[in-house]
Structures are given as C-alpha cells and as structure tokens.
C-alpha cells in the first residue's frame, strides 16, 4: 500500500520523455547552469559507467577524460536541471558497472562500438543521401 502511494506522489516529477541510453553509450548530457540572473547550458560528455535507483531516484554516473585526468559526474536522470540528454555511440559491454575503466590509460578505455544500422538501406546496397 505505502509503495504505492510513494509511486503516485513520485509520478509527478518523473520527466516525460527520457532518452533510451545504456552502460557503455557515450552521451552529451545538457545541463542547465544559473550564473547570476543569465543561465545557459553546458555540456558533460562522456561513457556512461553507471546506473542506479529507479523511479524519481533513478542516477547515471558519466566518465570522460580531461587534461589526461578522468572525470566523473553523476546526474539524477529526472532533474529539471539536466536539458536533455544525447546518444552519440552505443557501446559493446558485458557488465553493469564499467568501474574498471578507471584503471585503464589511452586506447584501452575506447569501447567496441554497437552496430545499429543492420537493417537500413546502406546495408542493402543502397546508398543514403
């Protein structure tokens, strides 16, 4: 009964639309910053490592590299601050958390990327314009 009642009261600050993204996908995350009265959006991209909690809880954690220095953020997926959230690759993995690539130095932190297009035109033959 009390799960849900906490089901009906997180319904409200669920977002409608949230992108289809796994472990593995490199994502440009949009997140919205306030400085002073003026905000604008800036951009975290990076692997996406890890996903936890579900509901209006629900977290992913992004990795990228700067600077030769790996970083790490991790995002409430259903936050009015995050603008939106993009998929530029999917990503090969066979775990649910890739905390190893914390470890891992130059070409070895790169994925095997994830063939989507099997069934589009330029598989057949046919070239996209």
Same mark, same amino acid.
Do not use: C, W
């Given at each position: 009964?009390?799960?849900?009642?906490?089901? %009906?009261? &997180?319904?409200?600050?669920?977002?409608?639309?949230?992108?289809?993204? #796994?472990?593995?996908? @490199?994502?440009?995350? +949009? @997140?919205?910053?306030?400085?002073?009265? =003026?905000?604008?959006?800036?951009?975290?991209?990076?692997?996406?490592?890890? /996903?936890?909690?579900?509901?209006?809880?629900?977290?992913?954690?992004?990795?990228?590299?700067?600077?030769?220095?790996?970083? &790490?953020?991790?995002?409430?997926? +259903?936050?009015?601050?995050?603008?939106?959230?993009?998929?530029?690759?999917?990503?090969?993995? =066979?775990?649910? =958390?890739?905390?190893? %690539? /914390? #470890?891992?130095?130059? !070409?070895?932190? /790169?994925?095997?990327?994830?063939? @989507?297009?099997?069934?589009? =035109?330029?598989?057949?033959?046919?070239? !996209?314009?």
């Amino acid at each position: 009964m009390s799960q849900q009642i906490l089901n %009906l009261v &997180e319904a409200s600050s669920l977002k409608s639309e949230v992108p289809v993204f #796994d472990i593995g996908d @490199t994502v440009d995350v +949009h @997140t919205r910053i306030l400085e002073g009265e =003026k905000e604008r959006v800036q951009i975290f991209n990076g692997v996406v490592i890890a /996903r936890s909690g579900s509901g209006s809880r629900e977290m992913f954690a992004v990795r990228r590299i700067v600077a030769g220095e790996g970083v &790490e953020r991790k995002f409430p997926l +259903h936050s009015p601050k995050i603008a939106k959230i993009e998929v530029k690759r999917s990503g090969i993995v =066979k775990r649910a =958390k890739l905390y190893y %690539l /914390r #470890d891992r130095i130059g !070409k070895a932190v /790169r994925l095997r990327e994830r063939r @989507t297009d099997i069934g589009s =035109k330029e598989s057949s033959g046919q070239k !996209k314009s």
